[in-house]
Structure formats: C-alpha cells, structure tokens
Nanobody, 123 residues
Framework: QVQLVESGGGLVQAGGSLRLSCAAS????????MGWFRQAPGKEREFVAAISRSSITYYADSVKGRFTISRDNAKNTVYLQMNNLKPEDTAEYYC?????????????????WGKGTLVTVSS
C-alpha cells in the first residue's frame, strides 16, 4: 500500500511559478514510476509528466519546456516544478504511482492516487 500526499498548489498569476510536492509512504517508493496528472472542471483527467525508476522523464506536449518533474528517493518525494504558468494550466493536480512504464501516461493504469492539490492561474 502506498499513500500519496500532494502539496504546493495555490493561486498564481500567468507567467509565474509553483512547485508541487508529493510525499509517499512506504519503503517501496523507488520501485514505482511516479507521475502527475491534472483535471480541469468539466474535463477528463490528463497526463502531465512522469519519471521512471531511473529518472527518465516524460512530458505532455502542452507542458514540455515549462514543467520539470524530479524525484528524491531518499525522501520518498516527487516534485513538479511549473514555470511560465498559463491560465489553461488551472486544474486539480494529482500525484500518481504505478509500475508499468509502458502505460506511464494512461490514468487507467495508475495504482495509487493522491487526493490532489489545486492550481489556479489568473490572467
């Protein structure tokens, strides 16, 4: 069992930055592919970024060059640094853990979800 707790969301102006954190419980954190998904009101949950066990990173086209995912296995934590934020980045952001790298962007294969943290970007 893995529990995920996100933090770092908030209100920011367009062009600003936020860093999300996700703290994971358990001693098997390093064995999971960690990711971030987001869901805007009235829309489906979508992939944002993922990081493999060996720290290879993957990004949605919409955030590439603006967001950076990283992990610290010693602290059981994954981060999402978000720069140059846009109003369309407004959403609830969810931390995710799974073990199948082939499906890193598919929310249906996520084994564990956090409860989310809200990011609001004003124009």
């Amino acid at each position: 069992q893995v529990q995920l707790v996100e933090s770092g969301g908030g209100l920011v102006q367009a062009g600003g930055s936020l860093r999300l954190s996700c703290a994971a419980s358990g001693r098997t954190f390093s064995s999971y592919i960690m990711g971030w998904f987001r869901q805007a009101p009235g829309k489906e949950r979508e992939f944002v970024a993922a990081i493999s066990r060996s720290s290879i990173t993957y990004y949605a086209d919409s955030v590439k060059g603006r967001f950076t995912i990283s992990r610290d296995n010693a602290k059981n934590t994954v981060y999402l640094q978000m720069n140059n934020l846009k109003p369309e980045d407004t959403a609830e952001y969810y931390c995710a853990a799974q073990k199948n790298l082939a499906y890193y962007s598919d929310p249906r294969h996520v084994e564990y979800w956090g409860k989310g943290t809200l990011v609001t970007v004003s124009s």
